[in-house]
């Protein structure tokens, strides 16, 4: 059973950086799908970024391919989003996501069917 945490949100000026961090309980990182989504106001919820099940391959949205990163900690259990040269565009609800599944599969953004609570990202 995966359960998600979220937290690292925060208020940051353009330009600046900020470290998303998703703690999961229940998780086996070599068969788990991870991502992050983020709900902009007013518009549809929205992948950001993906990893493969055991993290070998990446996807990132057009929207934040080069400025963010999707990494992983085994030992610690924690999926991490690095968010730099941010943009008034990327305020949001941030959500980590999960799908376990088989090792080495990437997910559809679909697939994705547990969610930790949210992280409010704010950028002026």
């Known amino acids: 059973d995966v359960q998600l945490v979220e937290s690292g949100g925060g208020s940051v000026q353009a330009g600046g950086s900020l470290r998303l961090s998703c703690v999961a309980s229940?998780?086996?990182?070599?068969?788990?799908?991870m991502g992050w989504f983020r709900q902009r106001p007013g518009q549809e919820r929205e992948a950001v970024a993906d990893?493969?099940?055991?993290?070998?391959?990446?996807y990132y949205d057009r929207a934040v391919k080069g400025r963010f990163t999707i990494s992983q900690d085994d030992a610690k259990g924690t999926t991490f989003l690095d968010m730099s040269a941010l943009r008034p565009g990327d305020t949001a609800m941030y959500y980590c996501a999960a799908h376990p599944t088989t090792a080495g599969r990437s997910c559809y953004d679909s697939e994705f069917d547990i969610w930790g609570q949210g992280t409010q990202v704010t950028v002026s």
């Open positions: 990893m493969s099940a055991g993290g070998e391959r990446k």
């Open positions: 229940g998780f086996d990182p070599h068969t788990t799908c």
